[in-house]
């Protein structure tokens, strides 16, 4: 309503919560003032009837937003890249005309429509029946309360700040807020209700459409941001944020259903708005490559405070309890990792059953991590032409031809080939090789090629934790999973890469490092980076408990020594071994530690478990100085 420089940008955005498109049936939107001075004098009457959300649910309304588009979609914000208009927002500046053909300005979208900006009420209602002539007082005494006989059949909803207006329009409490904008939290569709809103003023450095940036004075539970045409935000946006994709699950054994996963990091951790991200799965084998064959937009998503965002069918933290990352075992009777707590889901729209492996048929995959997505499914970015029609090179070549669909960049992305000259066409001709696969862009993780005839494709591949560089093969490993069950983490022994490399599925939870990492101490505390992660201890903070404490217990008249350490509940990967010694020198991994007990702890993530050796193994030793001692090994799987 009050963006920076000149008002000519103001919008109102409307959502069907349903989402898809929805006719706007004798809908109006009235602009009344929320100020003392002229509470509930209506200042604008705009005309929606006949218009209609767009595929994504969302419209937008705006003087002149219909035209060459004014700027409305431009490049990214200097600041965050909070994005301008989706293509499936449908985006109009409602007109009307007099019988006579004069246009109704009081009516029609113009330049400072939202007014005043010091208090105002935005109201959506069916059937208006008032004057479209002359602007009505719905308070006429000015006492809050709309006087009788109100001209509207149906109030659907409203939105207000300042005085007031009426005890049926919520009025947002924004303390010294004065706001530039208002946004509704994402999911919660409650009409007419003032908890539904976040808002704030608007950062006055970039003007105009790219003006999107909240300042320091906002109020809601975080400080947003203004998305015109697109889903709300859901987390603040950062300046220093950037994505990549972290892990995929593209063919896991058995039915894939909804074991399919795309999880997104943000490379500087944290929670961070993915609004203007898209991910594109792209047609990488056959004769018409480079065909979006699906679209998955990040709008209204964000990562978690660990920096990751996990992705997959019905995602959701309603169904958080139940989505088959559960902690529990699998039909092969292996662990079944559960995503951390502080990890975001998520399930954008088109996000389906096999989405992955059905689009992709399991073969050459492309996925492509874009901001500012301007397409639709059926794009070619491979057709051999530049944006404007002309010659560019040949299509289907591998080269992307049309950057034009993007108005950011190519994030990150990674590709695989299917290398297999046996394989046919649909008349079952061979073939030939430059149409067996093609890799868009980003990471060529292809294995197999050329050295063999047949090669594979992962049916998992992950990112390691500490290699965030986009469009880099050497930042991932991956494999076939071994197992039956769909939520099987094992990789095969003899198709991974690296070859050497005991990898495993690790969704919403953070990947692993390279051996380089595991080894070193990062912040000088004598515990090695595996260690800390295995005792849930931060490796860039110093701990002053260095690893497991000693204990003496005493069983039955007997001093036995003991071990007390922490150790993470879920831990998929990770293997915890007590060993015994009695010289320091032999070290055995055996029956020879009982364990006393194992407590959980109060963060929910760890155990607290004491140990000593066993009845049998301490009889053993010497009745005379006797000596035995306890070490806990750490190893990855």
């Known amino acids: 309503l009050n963006p920076p420089g000149t008002d000519s940008t103001e919008y109102v955005e409307i959502i069907n919560p349903a989402g898809g498109i929805v006719g706007m049936n004798d809908l109006w939107l009235l602009v009344v003032s929320a100020r003392a001075s002229d509470l509930g004098e209506v200042k604008k009457i705009i005309d929606l009837r006949g218009q209609s959300t767009g595929p994504n649910g969302l419209a937008i309304f705006a003087d002149g937003i219909e035209e060459p588009l004014q700027g409305w979609v431009a490049p990214l914000n200097g600041n965050f890249g909070v994005p301008l208009v989706s293509p499936l927002t449908l985006r109009d500046d409602p007109k009307f005309y007099s019988s006579e053909g004069i246009e109704n300005t009081d009516i029609n979208f113009g330049p400072d429509t939202l007014t005043p900006n010091s208090g105002l009420a935005v109201l959506l209602v069916r059937g208006f029946t008032g004057s479209l002539t002359t602007l009505i007082d719905l308070d006429a005494d000015n006492n809050g309360v709309f006087d009788a006989g109100v001209p509207w059949t149906q109030l659907i909803d409203s939105v207000s700040f300042g005085s007031v207006v009426d005890p049926s329009v919520p009025s947002l409490t924004t303390g010294a807020v004065v706001p530039d904008n208002l946004s509704r939290y994402v999911g919660n569709v409650a009409a007419n209700s003032a908890g539904a809103w976040f808002g704030g003023q608007m950062q006055t450095s970039i003007q105009g459409p790219l003006a999107t940036d909240y300042s320091s004075s906002t109020f809601g539970t975080f400080k947003g941001a203004a998305s015109p045409g697109r889903i709300n935000v859901t987390a603040a946006p950062s300046s220093a944020a950037s994505f990549v994709i972290n892990e995929v699950n593209i063919n896991p054994p058995g039915g894939d259903n909804d074991k399919e996963f795309i999880e997104i990091a943000c490379t500087t951790g944290g929670e961070a708005s993915t609004n203007s991200y898209s991910i594109l799965l792209i047609d990488s084998d056959g004769a018409n490559t480079g065909t979006v064959l ?344």
Do not use: C, H
Not at 362 to 386: H, Q, W
Not at 453 to 467: E, M
Not at 558 to 576: C, V
């Open 294 to 637: 699906k679209s998955l937009s990040l709008d209204g998503l964000a990562t978690g405070k660990n920096g990751l965002l996990l992705l997959g069918r019905d995602y959701i933290e309603a169904n958080r309890a139940v989505i088959p990352w559960d902690g529990t075992i699998n039909s092969n009777g292996a662990y079944v990792p559960k995503p951390a707590a502080a990890t975001r889901l998520g399930s954008p729209a088109g996000m389906v059953d096999d989405v992955i492996g059905g689009a992709t048929d399991n073969g050459a995959v492309s996925l492509l991590l874009v901001r500012n997505f301007n397409g639709i499914e059926s794009s070619d970015i491979d057709d051999g032409k530049t944006a404007d029609g002309a010659p560019a090179g040949s299509a289907d070549d591998g080269v992307i031809d049309a950057p034009d669909f993007w108005s950011g960049e190519i994030t990150d992305a990674i590709g695989m080939r299917y290398w297999d000259t046996n394989r046919k066409d649909a008349a079952g001709a061979a073939l030939p090789p430059a149409l067996v696969g093609r890799v868009y862009g980003g990471a060529d993780l292809s294995q197999g090629e050329p050295a063999v005839t047949v090669g594979y494709t992962p049916d998992s591949i992950a990112r390691y934790r500490d290699n965030t560089t986009a469009l880099s093969a050497p930042a991932w490993y991956g494999g076939d999973l071994s197992g039956t069950a769909g939520t099987a983490t094992a990789y095969d022994a003899a198709q991974r890469f690296p070859l050497t490399f005991k990898g495993r599925v690790t969704p919403g939870l953070p990947n692993i490092p390279t051996a380089a990492y595991d080894a070193l101490d990062t912040d000088s505390d004598g515990l090695k980076n595996l260690v800390e992660e295995a005792i849930n201890s931060i490796p860039g903070t110093p701990d002053a408990i260095k690893g497991p404490q000693v204990a003496r217990l005493d069983v039955a008249g007997t001093i036995y020594p003991a071990m007390t350490y922490t150790r993470l509940k879920n831990a998929p990967g990770l293997l915890y071994e007590v060993q015994t010694s009695s010289d320091l020198t032999t070290w055995v991994t055996t029956s020879d530690v009982t364990q006393v007990s194992s407590v959980d702890n109060p963060d929910g993530l760890t155990q607290t478990v004491v140990v000593r050796p066993s009845t049998a193994w301490y009889n053993t030793l010497p009745a005379t100085a006797k000596k035995a001692f306890l070490r806990l090994k750490i190893t990855r799987q």
